[in-house]
């Protein structure tokens, strides 16, 4: 059998984002499964069908590289349509109707009204005939015979046919809807699968007739959930999203092909080179049924990442003359579109104009004498800044952003902290339904270690955990969820609502050598100097660092008085960074390093352990894990190697790329903002603070580190390097042998 799938646009106006997506769903899987792509053009409807849509429609797929090995149109098929009409008459399997659309809806209010559902009353036999009225035509359900078919997205479907209303076929002047020839070309063209939106359901349970009707073996069904726009609900807008409006917005096609390719499943929307990753990938098993949410945010910032990698000869006829391979890959770290190429073209053939800040000349001045002596053949741009930390103390924005600004006349690349479309705040659905949670649950006196997924799982909150599963496991790597009404409630309330939606994620783990599964980040005095103490219970900065479990997650009760700023940065990112500027001291990465186990030691372990920083996956990712911290306090045993110099060098190297505000993310808490970050893709850190002195009003949030079933495939040396793993195989957390797990509420422990 060759898998052979159809595209069927209705020419009555352009392609939109969601006839895009199912079109690509029919083309992936047919390409996979080494098959045939049709696009079947469904022009029945005469009047409103126009050629220059059509030709609107070739053009679309062929920009977006989606290739059909041949056409079909609906119009020119009416013959096969009358021939199989006449023969299903004759069966008895279409019938004439009389009925005005008056009469109809008279008969559809009545049965509502009688508390029925609406479903067509056929005519009793030898009815007469209206006189003076055309019928049109109705195929007829056999109602003894049940429908059903195993789904390749929502799994096994069942209907009644008694309750489901004979489709209308044809038009009583001639003309044909979509159900019957829809069926009779899928049979007639050999279509072996239909993928589509789940709106057409009930369509594909009428139509699972129709096939036996035909004498056909219907095709497999995949009914994909539907598209949503970014602000959480059917959008009207993402039906006016068309094919132009994206080459308007200079989107490339292989972004929205990538971000379309990926959403509602359990795979990362990442950027990609070509169209093989999404051919393999595409697999119906790992589709999801929550709907599917469109941010064209999201879109942009993929497509700048796409570009971010584009080679030149991909590009070329698309920028300014006299841009060369050299040109492209300098200022392609900086592009969201292509057109914005020609911007940066003037700024390297300048002149450049900047607004130098007064504090900044005696720097500038520091940093041209160091310039004149730069050997400008080799990496002038880190020889240029080591030197010049080193001369001038300063770090991170202070030393970056005014060598930019004098070079470029402007900050370096787009603001990631000025986007949004990494806050997801929560609906006022979904706070009543954490309030009603959070009020019975309360009313128990249940010990928060006792809370499970059951206690707080409802269909109101699913769309939620999906969307930070989505996000946080197979997306951007994190997600902070705003509007937890914590000012409200009081500390065990707000641990109620925290803990419970966690273990709708995965399973809590313990935190430290107490067993502690609901932690506290608070300045409790401790000394992070001291092995045993922990930075989250000082107010000091925190440099980059990754955590014992699949996500990490932060609730804040209260900010701080001032600092405290989170910040967050791609490991992938940082892994390609250090591949293209260091790739000798990369390698020394890729070695396992020893840490400390700061006393939090498992039955039969080592007080130490060694990990590399980036770890090779057994399906070909990358996931990293770093505590520079733990590296360098793990000195203190003998047994332990030392430190070498090209070590330091390598983690000197992906600190100071990780401080480039260029490449991270910062955010500011407010009260009630969930933070959920990925262990293994995201590192995070946290800039020191200062903290109220009143003792109700410290800096406070909830921790919770969580073991995912659906987390990223591990290298064997995590579990064996670290506490061990859980029942289902994912990272533990800290376990000390006898030590109970708990979910305290005092964070002064």
């Known amino acids: 059998m060759t898998v052979t799938t159809r595209f069927a646009p209705s020419p009555t106006g352009t392609l939109h984002v969601g006839n895009v997506r199912t079109a690509l769903h029919n083309w992936l899987w047919a390409k996979k499964q080494g098959g045939r792509f049709i696009l079947r053009i469904d022009d029945t409807d005469v009047e409103r069908s126009k050629e220059e849509y059509v030709t609107q429609i070739r053009s679309d797929l062929d920009w977006l590289g989606l290739a059909w090995d041949e056409e079909a149109r609906q119009s020119a098929r009416f013959d096969l349509y009358e021939r199989h009409f006449d023969a299903l008459k004759a069966e008895g399997r279409i019938y004439a109707c009389y009925e005005t659309p008056e009469e109809l809806e008279l008969r559809r209010k009545i049965l509502l009204g009688r508390g029925l559902p609406p479903v067509y009353e056929r005519p009793a036999e030898g009815a007469a005939i209206p006189e003076g009225r055309i019928p049109h035509w109705r195929f007829r359900l056999d109602h003894a015979a049940p429908i059903e078919w195993d789904d390749l997205v929502r799994g096994h479907q069942k209907f009644d046919p008694k309750l489901l209303s004979d489709p209308v076929v044809r038009r009583a002047d001639g003309s044909w809807l979509y159900m019957l020839p829809s069926a009779i070309d ?21 139509q699972i007739q129709m096939f036996a009707a035909l004498g056909a073996v219907p095709p497999l069904f995949a009914h994909e959930a539907l598209l949503t726009g970014s602000e959480g609900k059917l959008s009207k807008r993402l039906g006016s999203l068309g094919v132009e409006a994206f080459k308007e917005q200079g989107i490339e096609p292989l972004a929205l092909l990538a971000l379309l390719a990926r959403l509602c499943t359990s795979d990362p929307v990442e950027p990609v080179a070509d169209m093989t990753p999404l051919i393999a990938g595409i697999d119906f098993s790992r ?106 103390g300063r770090k991170g924005k202070a030393l970056f952003l005014p060598l930019r600004i004098a070079l470029t006349g402007r900050e370096h690349g787009p603001d990631m902290a000025a986007r949004t479309e990494w806050i997801r705040p929560l609906t006022p659905a979904e706070i009543a339904e954490l309030e009603a949670a959070v009020t019975r649950l309360d009313a128990t006196g249940i010990d928060i270690a006792a809370i499970g997924p059951q206690h707080l799982q409802s269909p109101g909150l699913q769309p939620l955990v999906e969307e930070i599963r989505a996000a946080v496991l197979h997306g951007r790597g994190f997600l902070l969820v705003r509007g937890v009404p914590v000012q409200q409630w009081s500390v065990r309330q707000c641990a109620i609502a925290y803990f419970g939606l966690g273990t709708l994620l995965g399973e809590p783990v313990s935190q430290n050598a107490m067993g502690h599964i609901l932690g506290h980040v608070k300045d409790i005095g401790a000394d992070y100097a001291r092995p045993e103490h922990r930075g989250y219970q000082t107010s000091a900065r925190l440099p980059y660092h990754c ?47 020893y840490r400390d186990r700061r006393g939090e030691v498992p039955e039969g372990a080592e007080p130490w352990y060694a990990v590399p920083v980036f770890n090779p996956t057994p399906d070909g990712g990358m996931v990293a894990t770093y505590v520079r911290s733990a590296m360098k306090k793990a000195q203190r045993f003998p047994e332990v190697p030392r430190l070498t110099p090209e070590l330091e060098a390598a983690c000197d190297a992906l600190d100071a790329l990780a401080d480039d505000p260029a490449i991270h993310l910062d955010m500011d808490f407010r009260p009630g903002d969930m933070q959920f970050v990925s262990n293994h893709w995201i590192m995070h850190s946290r800039t020191a603070y200062e903290d109220f002195p009143e003792p109700q009003n410290r800096r406070h949030l909830f921790r919770l580190w969580l073991a995912c079933t659906d987390g990223p495939l591990l290298p064997d040396v995590y579990v064996r390097a670290w506490q061990g793993a859980t029942a289902q195989g994912r990272p533990a957390g800290i376990r000390v042998p006898g030590v109970p797990l708990s979910a305290p509420l005092d964070a002064s422990w």
């Open 186 to 206: 899928d049979v007639d063209l050999g279509i072996t699968h239909v993928v589509r939106g789940e709106d057409h359901v009930t369509n594909t349970a009428t």
């Open 287 to 392: 589709f999801g049924r929550a709907p599917a949410r469109f941010d064209e945010a999201e879109l942009a910032q993929l497509n700048a990442r796409i570009l971010h990698q584009t080679e030149y000869d991909t590009v070329a006829d698309r920028l300014p003359a006299g841009m060369g391979q050299a040109a492209w890959n300098a200022i392609r770290p900086n592009l969201t579109r292509v057109d914005d190429a020609a911007d940066w073209w003037s700024v390297v053939e300048g002149p450049v104009c900047a607004d130098i800040a007064s504090e900044d000349r005696p720097f500038l001045a520091e940093a041209a004498r160091v310039a004149a002596s730069l050997d400008w053949s080799g990496d002038p741009w880190h020889t240029l800044t080591g030197a010049l930390k080193e001369t001038t």
């Open 547 to 593: 955590d014992s479990s699949d996500i990490v997650a932060l609730l804040c009760l209260k900010p701080s008085k001032a600092g405290g700023k989170s910040s967050l940065v791609s490991s992938w990112t940082l892994f390609n960074e250090m591949l293209r500027r260091h790739p000798d001291l990369l390698n020394e990465l890729l070695k396992p390093a």
